[in-house]
């Protein structure tokens, strides 16, 4: 697959075809650097009164702007095709969603506030991602990314609370890169679905940047400022 999504890289970056392809790469590094720029502005203005908050929160805040930025990415490129998808298709669009969604934003708030938020967060967030995406096939996609999002949003914080005392800082590298591994998989699942004639709409930078702004300053607040469990 890693040879694959190169060559999806090349063609997105040399073919006229891929151009909003290649407008959402450079709003998604844009976004990232907003997202950076906001974080650091707050950090040393209205919550540089929070104790420990660089020690606790600036590593899982870094996480989540990661997984947020490709998670937009990702979701916009399903949006931009304007076509109708197979059943089988619309269904690894919402399991996938559902579960990189509920994995990934998950982790980052267990790891902070523990299990009990980071899986209400991690299952709100999966199924509705997953609802939205595998809706495009009907009941049995909207089916598999509700499954997928209930899994994957009580795996993900189980996944660093166990690991908190056992290198937990190392395995999440290692546990990013893998899902955005796949959520660039499901990118290249997108290209060889759909004919390459396929009506596309190139993403608007306001519509792109808004909601992974929105959707961070309230999973900051969250993490801040929600439930913690007993020991964190």
């Known amino acids: 697959m890693v040879h694959e999504l190169q060559q999806h890289v090349k063609n997105v970056m040399s073919e006229q075809h891929y151009a909003a392809e290649r407008s959402m790469i450079g709003?998604?590094?844009?976004?990232?650097?907003?997202?950076?720029?906001?974080?650091?502005?707050?950090?040393?203005?209205?919550?540089?009164?929070?104790?420990?908050?660089?020690?606790?929160?600036?590593?899982?805040?870094?996480?989540?702007d990661i997984s947020i930025v490709a998670l937009i990415t990702t979701?916009?490129?399903?949006?931009?095709?304007?076509?109708?998808?197979t059943?089988?298709?619309?269904?690894?669009?919402?399991?996938?969603?559902?579960?990189?969604?509920?994995?990934?934003?998950?982790?980052?708030?267990?790891?902070?506030n523990g299990f009990?938020?980071?899986?209400?967060?991690?299952?709100?967030?999966?199924v509705g991602a997953g609802i939205l995406t595998g809706k495009c096939c009907g009941i049995m996609g909207i089916m598999e990314g509700?499954?997928?999002?209930?899994m994957?949003?009580?795996?993900?914080?189980?996944?660093?609370?166990m690991m908190f005392n056992d290198h937990v800082q190392w395995f999440m590298p290692l546990y990013t890169i893998v899902n955005l591994l796949i959520l660039g998989?499901?990118?290249?699942?997108?290209?060889?679905?759909?004919?390459?004639?396929?009506?596309?709409?190139?993403?608007d930078?306001?519509?792109?940047?808004?909601?992974?702004v929105i959707v961070t300053v309230l999973l900051i607040a969250v993490m801040i400022y929600g439930p913690h469990g007993g020991f964190l």
Not at 31 to 51: D, G, M, N, R
Not at 94 to 100: E, L, N, R, W
């Open 146 to 150: 509700m499954m997928a999002g209930l």
């Open 185 to 203: 998989g499901l990118s290249l699942m997108l290209v060889q679905e759909v004919d390459a004639s396929a009506t596309k709409d190139p993403p």
């Open 87 to 112: 059943c089988m298709t619309g269904m690894m669009l919402g399991m996938t969603f559902g579960m990189q969604t509920a994995m990934l934003i998950g982790a980052v708030i267990g790891a902070t």
């Open 75 to 85: 979701l916009w490129h399903f949006l931009m095709y304007k076509v109708k998808f």
């Open 27 to 64: 709003f998604a590094l844009s976004t990232l650097l907003i997202l950076i720029a906001l974080e650091v502005v707050a950090a040393v203005s209205f919550l540089s009164t929070i104790p420990q908050l660089f020690e606790k929160y600036a590593i899982w805040v870094f996480y989540l």
């Open 205 to 212: 930078f306001s519509l792109f940047v808004s909601p992974a």
């Open 116 to 126: 009990f938020t980071g899986a209400v967060v991690g299952v709100l967030l999966g």
């Open 152 to 161: 994957g949003g009580t795996m993900g914080p189980m996944i660093t609370l």
